[in-house]
């Protein structure tokens, strides 16, 4: 605030009242401007600006009986405590609670002989635990609750061992905290969730050799041998099935597949042409467009070599989904002669009356010998 600005007495003349106008101004600036213990209610007295300390404090303020409150930190035993200090206490009975010091004292050994003298008073009160109740309470990878195989049901998880894998395994790219999957409620790593999934059994891929109803594929042969994209097996092979005398061979296609067929190598076939053909219920022999270098104009089937008995093939045929909504498939194929040096290739089309189920590759007369044939699917 501005500073009181008195008139200087300078003689007896006119000195009463310079003096009682001195004392007007003095009157006004303390009525007007300085802050009183108890000041009249309707006076005008109130702080207009900040206060500057210059650095000190204003003591016994807020504070009954001491200083203003200062944080102590954790409560500690033979530390000199005064009033309004602040502690939080790190064990004991009140493990997690606030207390505000009521009496200046160096502390005990135990806290709560100091609490009962008084000394001490609750400022905040420790919250719940949030432990909780049930399954799912601990942590460790579910390697200390009450029941892990709960845990792992409510969590939609799969069983460890001697249970059953059904519908599709997702595995995400991004790692895991646990290194294998040995039934110690560790959280299993992708790798063992991959070689977890191919060593489950699956039905032979093969349905029969028509020639050949006892033929059954080898028993160390790996049914499923997926390739994996981004964590999911979407590519998988069949078993690779001999050729040992049978003129045809049904192969089933699992539901979804948009691009499948066959892979071939080594075959001699003892009759004319072999050729490939595909199925919804059952094998459809009719209905076949495009052609091949080695019988022309498609129509049974796609011819994928040429009537030379004695010719050993090697190649693939490969076949897209080209329209859902009328089941229409294309072909493309290829055929390498081993003994001649000669390339058959077949490219078409074929409609089916619902989606595929099963492909067959066939002879037209004779039976298909010496060689290894497999099958695959894309989804």
């Known amino acids: ?105 160096t502390s005990s050994p135990l806290f709560q002989t100091d609490f009962n003298a008084g000394k001490w008073e609750i400022l905040a009160s420790r919250g719940a635990s949030g432990a909780g109740s049930g399954d799912l309470v601990a942590v460790n990878n579910l390697s200390d609750v009450a029941s892990p195989s709960a845990a792992l049901t409510n969590l939609n998880g799969m069983p460890k061992t001697g249970g059953t894998f059904t519908g599709d395994i997702i595995v995400p790219d991004e790692a895991y905290d646990a290194s294998t999957w040995n039934g ?23 349905l029969n050799g028509t020639n050949d109803s006892s033929f059954a594929s080898t028993s160390d042969e790996n049914p499923v041998s997926p390739e994996w994209v981004n964590g999911r097996a979407l590519i998988k ?3 690779a099935v001999t050729t040992n005398g049978a003129s045809a061979y049904d192969f089933s296609i699992p539901a979804g597949a948009k691009r499948f067929g066959l892979k071939y190598s080594g075959i001699k076939n ?28 498609l129509s049974t089937g796609f011819d994928i070599t040429n009537n030379n008995s004695e010719n050993i093939y090697t190649g693939k045929i490969e076949v897209d989904l080209l329209d859902s909504a009328t089941n229409t498939y294309i072909a493309t194929g290829i055929s390498a002669l081993s003994n001649t040096g000669f390339q058959a290739i077949v490219a078409g089309s074929k409609s089916l009356s619902g989606e595929v189920a099963t492909i067959r590759l066939t002879s037209t007369s004779g039976n298909m010998t010496g060689g290894k044939v497999t099958p695959y699917w894309e989804f």
């Open 184 to 206: 110690n409620n560790e959280v299993p790593t992708k790798n063992a969730i991959r070689d977890k999934i191919e060593s489950i059994p699956v039905p032979p891929t093969v």
């Open 237 to 239: 092979q069949g078993v």
């Open 1 to 105: 605030m501005s500073k009181i600005d008195l008139t200087t007495v300078e003689s007896g003349f006119l000195s009463q009242a310079a003096l009682n106008s001195n004392f007007t101004k003095l009157e006004t600036e303390l009525q007007n401007k300085v802050l009183y213990r108890d000041n009249p209610t309707g006076e005008p007295n109130s702080m207009q600006q900040d206060l500057d300390m210059n650095g000190h404090r204003i003591l016994n303020i807020l504070a009954e009986g001491g200083d203003g409150f200062i944080w102590k930190r954790s409560w500690g035993v033979g530390l000199a405590y005064e009033v309004n200090n602040i502690v939080y206490v790190p064990s004991g009975l009140w493990e997690g609670y606030a207390m505000i010091c009521r009496e200046d004292h």
């Open 270 to 297: 003892s009759g004319v042409n072999f050729k490939f053909q595909l199925g919804a219920s059952s094998i459809e022999i009719t209905g076949y467009t495009g052609s091949s270098t080695t019988v022309g104009i």
